[in-house]
């Protein structure tokens, strides 16, 4: 003889109050992280915008590498 397992109501279980307090703490702590990257976001939205400045115009094309005197340095120290 086989057992029946006892039928699930959704309505019941969506109304039950112990899932009432796990949803709204989930929702506290999503708008807590959400307000959280927004605050850091515009404070840190000036400094990124006065940090960038344009670049000087040059007459000569870039090509996009450049060895700098920096750049020869670093190679200098990764020589074996």
């Known amino acids: ?3 029946q397992t006892p039928r699930i109501d959704p309505a019941r279980i969506a109304s039950s109050p112990s899932r ?3 949803i709204s ?3 506290f702590l999503f708008a807590l992280s959400a ?3 927004g605050a850091a976001a515009a404070a840190a ?3 990124l915008a ?3 400045a344009p670049a000087a115009a040059s007459d000569a ?3 996009g590498y450049r060895e700098t005197d920096h750049v020869r340095d670093y190679y200098a120290t ?3």
């Open 50 to 52: 006065a940090g960038t």
């Open 25 to 27: 703490r989930r929702r």
């Open 20 to 22: 009432t307090p796990e």
């Open 61 to 63: 094309p870039s090509s």
């Open 45 to 47: 939205a000036p400094a």
């Open 35 to 37: 307000g959280g990257a």
């Open 78 to 80: 990764t020589r074996l």
């Open 1 to 3: 003889m086989r057992k």
